[in-house]
């Protein structure tokens, strides 16, 4: 049975540790908030650049791109996006989970951060190229990891890229999501609800209302680098949205359990020290006693 100095040294541990838990907190809190903002700012944009890819698409009924072309999936490439950091809840092994799926022998990992490499690395898979981003993403670290994938594809090392993300849905809830990045087998409108799910987008004006200039095929060829670029871009910001989202959460139930352990501590130790107190006026009462 332990003692009460031992239950007195494990209440301050459990007090230390509930402050970390609290000022962790309150950092993904503030850190949260951005990301979010990010995250659903960046979603209009992403909408209407698919609605205007399938106008100028609606245009250019024979156009093909090299990016465009369908093969036979016999070498497949994911993108894996995952933190650098752990303490965020179940996100890196729900992730994890689902990109243990994949065939190990016909696989090739993309991975950007930290956890994904050493996933990759662990469970001895093919590692093709490792990439970084900060908290708040740039684009340029979107345009690397796509001009990667890009050039996989294009040269036929790969026949489809498909990229593993947690896309943020809310405060609560984040979903590992898989999606098929290359080949662009068909242009069409696709934007984001308000549950963070992609839907079809009906375009609001038809593509034969404007004039190109160039043509509508060397639009489009222009258009779907950029369209890549922009969607591994909000994908980063996605991620990181569901990070700070998953972290935060995280942390506040691990100090609400520090607080409820800490109760149950002091309870115990009361207890112990009534016991001990109780015990100690027996034993001068029996004494009494003895004495006459």
């Known amino acids: ?5 031992d239950i007195r040294r494990r209440i301050k541990s459990v007090k230390n540790t509930a402050q970390i838990t609290k000022a962790m907190q309150m950092v993904a809190s503030s850190k949260m908030r951005k990301a979010q903002l990010a995250a659903l700012a960046g979603r209009p944009y992403a909408s209407l650049m698919n609605e205007v890819l399938a106008g100028v698409g609606a245009d250019s009924r024979d156009f093909s791109h090299p990016l465009m072309e369908s093969r036979p999936v016999l070498k497949r490439a994911v993108v894996l996006v995952s933190t650098d950091k752990g303490l965020c809840g179940a996100l890196n092994s729900n ?8 065939d190990k022998d016909t696989t090739v990992y993309i991975s950007a951060g930290r956890k994904a490499s050493q996933f990759v690395a662990r469970s001895k898979r093919n590692l093709a190229a490792e990439f970084s981003y900060k908290d708040s993403p740039l684009f340029a670290e979107a345009r690397a990891i796509s001009k990667f994938v890009r050039d996989l594809f294009l040269k036929g090392d790969v026949d489809q890229v498909d990229v593993l993300f947690t896309n943020f849905i809310s405060t609560l809830n984040q979903r590992p999501v898989v999606r098929t990045l290359l080949p662009v087998a068909e242009v069409k409108g696709v934007g984001v609800g308000a549950q963070g799910e992609s839907h079809s987008v009906p375009l609001s004006v038809s593509a034969q209302d404007f004039q190109f200039e160039p043509a509508a095929d060397q639009v489009l060829g222009e258009l779907l680098p950029h369209a890549l670029n ?9 991620a ?42 027996l034993e001068i009462t029996t004494a009494q006693m003895a004495l006459g």
């Open 1 to 5: 049975m332990p003692s009460t100095r």
């Open 95 to 102: 992730l994890t989970r689902e990109a243990a799926k994949f």
């Open 230 to 238: 922009f969607q591994i871009y909000q994908i980063l910001l996605e």
């Open 240 to 281: 990181k949205a569901s990070e700070h989202s998953s972290r935060m959460v995280a942390m506040k139930n691990a100090t609400d359990n520090a607080k409820q352990l800490i109760k149950d501590l002091t309870l115990e130790y009361n207890k112990l020290r009534q016991a001990n107190i109780t015990k100690e006026l």
